[in-house]
């Protein structure tokens, strides 16, 4: 009898252990100005991670997979465009198959409102790509950037006879936007260090020309440009 005890509690260990080897531990989860950030240990047998940000009382909404980056410490997630509130944050653990095999949530985050007021935001001119309130307007368009994408990103662009073409590189994106005929809000998200060696089409080499026809009839007011985290850089 003292036997078959002794082998269920070692069964019991050893199935404790392996269940340890692949949950998925938070380390950290913050609110800031209408963003929210979680970080997480890998979990073992993981391929994949979905986080997803959960207002207090509504669903669960998937974030998008370019906001999740691997450090040598772990995983983090920010996620912006966030209206003042109440969130809990979920990962989600997935293998090669796509299957769940871990989750995990923060406790309840607190995102603050940003304060936007000045004279560019008189006569009710919302400037940039976001809503007064921090989330995205209306059919916003939003790209993500890294040393990696920033010349193959694409992104489509309206010409002054409405016609739609898909624009390769961030320069020759903003140049696009720049002749003033698309509103289409844009946000662009920088992800890491984006160096000079890494940017093709910049102005003499050495900096974004992202020039307006004209200060009338052509503006690009509805433009954002954003770093992702707090090592997203612009360097040289």
């Not at 772990?74 to 003042?84: F, Q, T, V, Y």
């Not at 994408?149 to 961030?170: E, R």
Request: overall charge negative; proline content about 4%; some cysteine.
């Amino acid at each position: 009898m003292k036997t078959i005890r002794l082998m269920s509690l070692a069964a019991l260990l050893a199935a404790s252990t392996t269940a340890d080897l692949h949950a998925l531990n938070i380390t950290a989860g913050a609110g800031w100005l209408e963003t929210a950030s979680v970080k997480w240990k890998p979990c073992e047998g993981a391929t994949l991670y979905n986080v997803y940000y959960i207002p207090a009382g509504g669903e669960a909404v998937l974030a998008d997979t370019p906001l999740t980056r691997r450090y040598a410490d772990g995983l983090r997630a920010d996620i912006p465009g966030l209206k003042a509130g109440n969130y809990t944050l979920r990962v989600d653990a997935l293998d090669a198959s796509g299957k769940v095999i871990d989750s995990a949530e923060t406790s309840t985050i607190t995102v603050e409102p940003n304060n936007r007021e000045g004279f560019a935001f008189t006569d009710g001119n919302i400037p940039g790509a976001y809503n007064l309130d921090g989330t995205p307007k209306d059919g916003a368009r939003i790209i993500y950037v890294t040393p990696a994408t920033v010349n193959t990103v694409v992104c489509p662009v309206a010409n002054n006879k409405g016609v739609t073409t898909d624009y390769t590189g961030l320069a020759a994106i903003l140049e696009a936007y720049g002749k003033g005929y698309d509103k289409t809000p844009l946000i662009i998200r920088m992800i890491g260090a984006v160096t000079e060696n890494d940017f093709t089409g910049l102005k003499d080499g050495n900096y974004i020309n992202f020039q307006g026809s004209n200060n009338s009839t052509r503006l690009i007011e509805n433009i954002t440009l954003e770093g992702i985290g707090s090592d997203a850089t612009l360097y040289g």
